[in-house]
């Protein structure tokens, strides 16, 4: 069975910080883009950041550069995303999925669009009130 699970959200008050953490099981992500996305309620899912195969690059959405961190250890299968100095506006749902296969030769932007990735995540609610 394809899981891709998310943990780690909850409610942090401004400011303060969270770690997400995403567990595949029954998939690979070696070799493999991963991204972490998000939906507030009313909007449309939306691209935080991904994560080449290699892990040599990263793409960040202007949101949260210098935020937010993205990492991956494929021994284990997981990827996470540290979300530092969080806002009011950073309340969604995230989402961890995986990308294409091997090296593309993408601009950023494209990374981060949602109808590049196939497995998801079931989404974890992160909540910071204003």
């Known amino acids: 069975q394809v899981q891709l699970v998310e943990s780690g959200g909850g409610l942090v008050q401004p400011g303060g910080s969270l770690r997400l953490s995403c567990a595949a099981s029954?998939?690979?992500?070696?070799?493999?883009?991963i991204g972490w996305f998000r939906q507030a309620p009313g909007k449309e899912r939306e691209g935080v950041s991904c994560?080449?195969?290699?892990?040599?690059?990263?793409y960040y959405a202007d949101f949260v550069k210098g935020r937010f961190t993205i990492s991956r250890d494929n021994a284990k299968n997981m990827v996470y995303l540290q979300m530092n100095s969080l806002k009011p506006e950073d309340t969604a749902v995230y989402y961890c999925?995986?990308?294409?296969?091997?090296?593309?030769?993408?601009?950023?932007?494209?990374?981060?669009?949602?109808?590049?990735?196939?497995?998801w995540g079931q989404g974890t609610q992160v909540t910071v009130p204003s």
């Open positions: 999925a995986r990308g294409p296969f091997g090296g593309r030769n993408w601009p950023g932007e494209v990374w981060l669009r949602p109808i590049n990735y196939d497995y």
């Open positions: 029954g998939i690979s992500l070696d070799y493999y883009a």
């Open positions: 994560m080449s195969f290699s892990g040599g690059s990263t």
